[in-house]
């Protein structure tokens, strides 16, 4: 059974940094994509960003150059880091990824709260 385990979520002010993990436990065979989801309140799921075995990685567009992901494969972590945060970065945030067991198959944390507030 895969497991994805989020941390790194809490309270900043506008301006701050977070840092936020995930790490895949389980019998696996490989990890293709490994990314973030948040959902904001009252709002729809919305891509952060995403990274995936070959190198590719992907933003959303009002993301960029504030958030960063990173991911090291000895360790199945993905990393988000999260710079010059906005009240409206406020949301969950879900590490998702498609892994590998006996098929290919989209797992999901169970998310981390991000607050940005004065």
């Known amino acids: 059974q895969v497991q994805l385990v989020e941390s790194g979520g809490g309270s900043v002010q506008p301006g701050g940094s977070l840092r936020l993990s995930c790490v895949a436990s389980?019998?696996?065979?490989?990890?293709?994509?490994m990314g973030w989801y948040r959902r904001a309140p009252g709002k729809g799921s919305e891509l952060v960003a995403m990274t995936s075995s070959s190198g590719t990685i992907n933003y959303a567009d009002s993301l960029k150059g504030r958030f960063t992901i990173s991911r090291d494969n000895a360790k199945n972590t993905v990393i988000l880091e999260m710079n010059n945060l906005k009240p409206e970065d406020t949301a969950d945030y879900y590490c998702t990824e498609n892994i590998r067991t006996s098929a290919f198959g989209n797992y999901w944390g169970q998310g981390t709260q991000v607050t940005v507030s004065s």
């Open positions: 389980g019998s696996f065979v490989a990890i293709h994509t």
